[in-house]
């Protein structure tokens, strides 16, 4: 793997660092030069723009992080498949440009498409008239995702708010989860890697695993060749970020192929600023971590 892409220097760690998070390009509602200035304002001097299965807003992203004196690491969440679950696996410091990375989203898009028809027949057929047509509008071109159904269902008037949304019809068990064939796990670690990436494990807290599965899960993403975790992701308990960490350390120890540990990274996954406990620069590592920019560190 290629860790060479861009450098991580004293002054980028000066100040804040927020490794996940998300524009208009995906599911946010900032676009990716207002996330960049509102990240400016808390404080963010590292920042991975990580939009879903996309690197629509890199350039954007990258040219108002120069402006505004903060390092910008070119970043992707992808989704990923491992055994009947759905994971995230974030690729930090990619390659926008490179054929592994544009093949991997590419397959992601006709996926993302696929799904997106089928959540809004499942609408239709419970009464919500134009479901597709304003999921699209909010989307503005970019990759339909259930966000954008919950935005436009609010909008409707249908709910009021995103939350009810996915509780009544979009979440896990609802008539908007719609099945997909996201790539494996290793398929996606590999075209991280292919682009030169670091591959992080995101929110592994969010998937609702037993530490049993839970430690499972870091192993096998360590095995296919994962390089770090996501330790601390948006608010959260200090016990739980413990527990991250000593499953972590589980899995480096021993390792017979004597691969390095799993590192750590974090970051808030914002997605809009009516969210405070996902606000942008509100993450920190614990003291002691070995954190994935290190990897960057001239």
């Known amino acids: 793997m290629d860790t060479a892409r861009l450098l991580v220097t004293d002054n980028a760690l000066s100040g804040q660092v927020d490794l996940h998070c998300h524009s208009t390009a995906s599911d946010g509602i900032l676009s990716p030069a207002a996330l960049v200035s509102r990240a400016k304002s808390a404080g963010v001097t590292l920042l991975a723009l990580t939009d879903h299965d996309t690197v629509a807003g890199i350039d954007a992203a990258s040219a108002a992080a120069a402006e505004a004196g903060i390092t910008l690491l070119p970043g992707i969440e992808l989704t990923a498949r491992w055994g009947r679950r759905v994971v995230h696996i974030v690729g ?22 696929q799904r997106a028809r089928e959540i809004a027949q499942r609408l239709e057929k419970r009464g919500f008239r134009g479901a597709y047509e304003g999921a699209r509008a909010l989307a503005g071109g970019d990759e339909i995702g259930r966000p954008h159904f919950a935005r436009w269902m609010v909008a409707e008037g249908h709910v009021s708010d995103t939350a009810k949304a996915f509780k009544r019809y979009l979440g896990q068990g609802k008539i908007g989860d719609v099945s997909v064939p996201w790539p494996e796990l290793g398929a996606t670690v590999a075209a991280i890697h292919g682009a030169g990436g670091a591959a992080v494990l995101a929110h592994p807290l969010k998937y609702g695993l037993t530490r049993t599965r839970l430690l499972a899960l870091l192993k096998d ?48 996954d914002f997605h809009q600023p009516e969210q405070p406990w996902r606000a942008l620069g509100s993450v920190h590592l614990p003291a002691g971590a070995d954190p994935v920019w290190s990897l960057w560190q001239g």
Do not use: W, Y
Request: hydrophobic residues 40%.
């Open 221 to 268: 993403f360590h095995g296919v060749g994962g390089d770090a975790a996501e330790v601390v992701c948006g608010q959260q308990n200090p016990v739980q970020t413990r527990e991250i960490q000593s499953l972590m350390a589980q899995v480096a120890a021993p390792d017979p192929a004597h691969k390095p540990r799993l590192l750590a990274s974090l970051g808030s």
């Open 92 to 113: 930090l410091n990619v390659d926008c440009a490179s054929d592994a990375l544009a093949t991997a989203i590419s397959e992601r898009a006709g996926l993302r498409r």
